[in-house]
């Protein structure tokens, strides 16, 4: 029995998903009651999508699947999925059903009902991301930062990373499903780096140093005691420091594509320091422009996998975030970040997440984070992206992770 085989035999024989019925008990894809022609193996190839929705497909279960582990070329399969997306109206730029895991395989990411539930109404919409207060504290130096607090339950800190916006990342497909996930767990404290989203952005010169003086500051303006705090990318670093720094208030730490080192500080060879020096010359080059090819290059690298749409959200991102003298100087400090001393004066819990083949930041450095704290678990997500999307199979494993570790034995 072939695993498509398998699939279909645990799985239900009639999937719906918006107007469509996939039903291969008769071996057909309607919708409404219009009878879509598609041939043998394109319906394989959808149906095997279909059946396993809940994760990613590889090439190699396709090619096995489909076409009985026969060689076949990689044109093959390329034809049979823009075939089936084409029965769907989809195509491979908007990518609403079948999305391209690259390099790897596909994925169904349409809504799918089994045939039992066809017949009811729709399931309910997904809980609304609880409302959040926004509100204003001032840094020792004057600088005016923003936070934003919103949902109940034990408090997670989120140290400031580069591209937020209070009041639109709750609107963004760049941040709202990590908002949402973490606003319904916990009281959820986030807030914009000086020089970023509703935090002032003529504020001259900023440090490493003013990034983790201005967590304290939040901190203290929430009033909080004992938290939780997540870093995410360079926002990793800024979290390590003030867990070293203030070991009483920091119960658990938890780091996502975080880093020890910046690229200036770990570039080895004159590959990598040129790679680090284009970073710089293209913010400064394009920045600011209104031709998103410049940004783009930065939505490949932290979204691989993203499509189109996700790669457009992520450049109106950049743009409402920060000015492009601002990012020119993000990215030098950014390169300049060096905390594996203080690495080893972290005391509390730590959980470090990494994508398994992040392009931005590669796993070797999560890695290195994972070796430089004391007793800290490393978990490799199976994903290409170093802001992990809504619908990839590895954002449920990091929020059942971060729970699982949070919550405790």
């Not at 509100?135 to 020792?140: K, Y």
């Not at 009033?223 to 979290?239: E, W, Y």
């Amino acid at each position: 029995m072939s695993s498509a085989d398998s699939a279909l035999s645990s799985s239900p024989r009639v999937w719906c998903f918006d107007d469509y019925v996939l039903d291969a008990a008769r071996y057909e894809l309607r919708s409404g009651e219009t009878v879509i022609k598609v041939e043998p193996q394109v319906f394989d190839v959808l149906t095997l999508l279909v059946s396993n929705h809940d994760r990613f497909v590889t090439k190699e279960e396709l090619f096995d699947s489909v076409w009985g582990g026969r060689f076949v070329g990689e044109a093959a399969l390329t034809s049979r999925i823009k075939a089936a997306r084409r029965a769907l109206g989809d195509d491979g730029e908007s990518q609403r059903y079948i999305r391209t895991v690259r390099g790897r395989g596909y994925q169904f990411v349409g809504r799918v009902r089994d045939a039992q539930t066809a017949g009811t109404p729709e399931a309910e919409p997904e809980a609304p991301i609880p409302a959040q207060h926004i509100a204003f504290t001032r840094a020792a130096d004057g600088v005016r930062l923003a936070y934003a607090v919103s949902g109940d339950g034990p408090p997670l800190v989120k140290a400031a990373n580069w591209m937020t916006h209070l009041s639109y990342d709750s609107e963004s497909p760049v941040w709202r499903h990590g908002v949402r996930e973490m606003s319904l767990r916990y009281r959820f404290v986030r807030y914009d780096e000086r020089g970023c989203g509703l935090s002032d952005w003529d504020v001259g010169a900023f440090t490493f140093d003013d990034w983790v003086t201005d967590l304290e500051t939040v901190v203290d303006a929430v009033g909080l005691d004992r938290f939780a705090l997540l870093g995410v990318s360079q926002g990793g670093a800024v979290a390590v420091a003030y867990a070293a720094r203030h070991p009483d208030h920091v119960s658990h730490l938890v780091l996502c594509g975080a880093y020890a080192r910046g690229r200036a500080v770990r570039a080895q060879n004159e590959d990598e320091k040129r790679a680090a020096a284009l970073d710089l010359e293209l913010a400064r080059v394009g920045w600011g422009r209104d031709d998103p090819a410049f940004r783009q290059v930065f939505a490949a690298q932290f979204r691989p996998d993203g499509t189109r749409e996700d790669w457009a959200a992520f450049d109106q991102l950049q743009r409402r975030t920060t000015s492009p003298e601002n990012a020119v100087h993000f990215l030098e400090e950014f390169g300049r970040i060096d905390v594996r001393e203080l690495c080893a004066q972290v005391r509390c819990p730590t959980l470090v997440l990494h994508s398994r083949d992040d392009r931005r930041v590669p796993l070797r450095y999560g890695e290195e984070l994972a070796a430089l704290i004391p007793d800290a678990r490393l978990v490799a997500l199976p994903s290409n992206n170093h802001l992990l999307t809504a619908t990839e199979p590895a954002w449920p494993m990091f929020c059942d992770e971060v729970a699982a570790f949070l919550r405790g034995p």
